[in-house]
């Protein structure tokens, strides 16, 4: 990291998560879209409620909820990805309030900003309109390329030459907790999105930090 980035920030790349942490899709997306699948797929299966959705895919991981519990086979997986597709393509949920400033105001001063997410890549670059990240990981098939395998972190180092302790994993959830190990890359977590005790003590635990706010989140990345 050069001496002006250093002398501005704390850390030279934030990658981010993008549901939960920037955009509020959960309640607007997601879950609601899985509450289609249930009443599609598994009409006589209660789904479960949005606290639920959240513990699920903090633990054991989505993918894994609905092969295992669900025991969803392969042309339901299909079906449950089209009805997701058709929610993430015609609703656009909002940033929380204060997160795209802030993440102007850290490029202003030298900063890199990565994604690595669940979600589409195209259904990210939708949400983020005019502001681009300079690197996007989206959803993919291959649990070896998607979080929480570390590979979307190391491509993000390579590429732009950083050290593991140069950038800073910014999630709401225990997937980029994981990430974090596997990469030497620490982690933050963001707190404004959902207050499960079970996943916030969690997070202050293995994290560097948690963000009660996205006020509390600037004044972390941005030095005084």
């Known amino acids: 990291m050069s001496q002006s980035i250093s002398n501005l920030l704390r850390y030279k790349c934030l990658i981010l998560d993008h549901d939960d942490t920037a955009v509020d899709s959960t309640p607007v997306i997601h879950y609601p879209a899985h509450v289609e699948v249930m009443r599609l797929l598994r009409p006589h299966h209660k789904p479960i409620d949005l606290e639920g ?26 079906k449950e990805y089209q009805i997701w597709r058709e929610f993430a393509s015609s609703r656009v ?14 490029r202003e001063k030298g900063g890199l900003i990565a994604v690595v997410s669940h979600s589409d890549k195209d259904i990210i670059k939708k949400h983020y ?58 982690a933050a977590a963001t707190g404004w999105s959902h207050k499960i005790p079970e996943i916030e003590q969690y997070m202050r635990t293995h994290c560097v930090a948690y963000f009660e706010s996205v006020k509390d ?8």
């Open 129 to 186: 309109g005019s502001f681009h990240p300079d690197i996007i990981f989206g959803w993919s098939y291959d649990k070896n390329r998607r979080k929480p395998s570390p590979w979307p972190v190391r491509e993000i180092l390579k590429n732009y030459g950083l050290h593991p302790k140069e950038a800073l994993i910014v999630d709401d959830l225990k997937p980029g907790v994981l990430m974090s190990r596997a990469s030497g890359v620490p």
């Open 53 to 78: 959705w959240f513990l699920k895919n903090f633990h054991p991981g989505i993918m894994e909820y609905m092969l295992g519990e669900l025991g969803m086979t392969h042309q339901e997986l299909e």
């Open 93 to 106: 949920p909002d940033f929380f309030p204060g997160f795209i400033e802030t993440l102007v105001q850290y």
């Open 217 to 224: 989140f600037k004044k972390f990345i941005l030095k005084p």
